[in-house]
T-cell receptor, first 115, second 112 residues
């Protein structure tokens, strides 16, 4: 059973450029969440997708956008990159809804470096 | 808003020592509490969780008890191993949602 996969593993971009990161959820999961983890910090929630719509959003500017496809995979897009966008970007998948907390399974992350 | 505070690291221990990593939280209502572990170069793995007050989560020798009166969820292990060296994150979420609020993480270094 494949877990959460992310691509690419590492990426180097220049300030002002745009980047797209990709995520495939764990088999059977329908919800994808994205997190940004700066060096030495805990992950910060960016947004969550379910049924191809953004359902929740954290405190991130509109430069951060996403998409979910019918097969539940997801993309994270960041426009007009800043040096401060350098971080590990984590994707997590889960099942939507339910009365209790829905356990999230994390991928290995994409390390983005902006120069 | 919700927040999680962890003790700063690194925590440096010798093998077989007792481990405590403190975690306190601020949140409305009754969140669920989690400990995640991140090994070098890897993503996050769920270590244990507790969904209501006085619940004890446990896994691989690690334990944490949900204390609502002190808003705490401290991680403990009786005898650490070198392989436990990693960064540990305390986190919370609310029922019906799966988004997590994390602490800053505590690095644990265990020497032989």
């Amino acid at each position: 059973d494949a877990g959460v996969t992310q691509s690419p593993t590492h990426l180097i971009k220049t300030r002002g450029q745009q980047v797209t990161l990709r995520c495939s959820p764990k088999s059977g999961h329908d919800t994808v969440s994205w997190y940004q983890q700066a060096l030495g910090q805990g992950p910060q929630f960016i947004f969550q997708y379910y049924e191809e719509e953004e359902r929740q959003r954290g405190n991130f500017p509109d430069r951060f956008s996403g998409h979910q496809f019918p097969n539940y995979s997801s993309e994270l897009n960041v426009n007009a990159l800043l040096l401060g966008d350098s971080a590990l970007y984590l994707c997590a998948s889960s099942l939507y809804g339910g009365a209790g907390p829905n356990e999230q399974y994390f991928g290995p992350g994409t390390r983005l470096t902006v120069t | 808003g919700d927040s999680v505070t962890q003790m700063e690291g690194p925590v440096t221990l010798s093998e077989e020592a007792f481990l405590t990593i403190n975690c306190t939280y601020t949140a409305t209502g009754y969140p669920s509490l989690f400990w995640y572990v991140q090994y070098p170069g890897e993503g996050l793995q769920l270590l244990l969780k507790a969904t209501k007050a006085d619940d004890k989560g446990s896994n691989k020798g690690f334990e944490a008890t949900y204390r609502k009166e002190t808003t705490s969820f401290h991680l403990e292990k009786g005898s650490v191993q070198v392989s436990d060296s990693a960064v540990y994150f305390c986190a919370l979420s609310h029922s019906g949602y799966s988004t997590l609020t994390f602490g800053k993480g505590t690095m644990l270094l265990v020497s032989p």
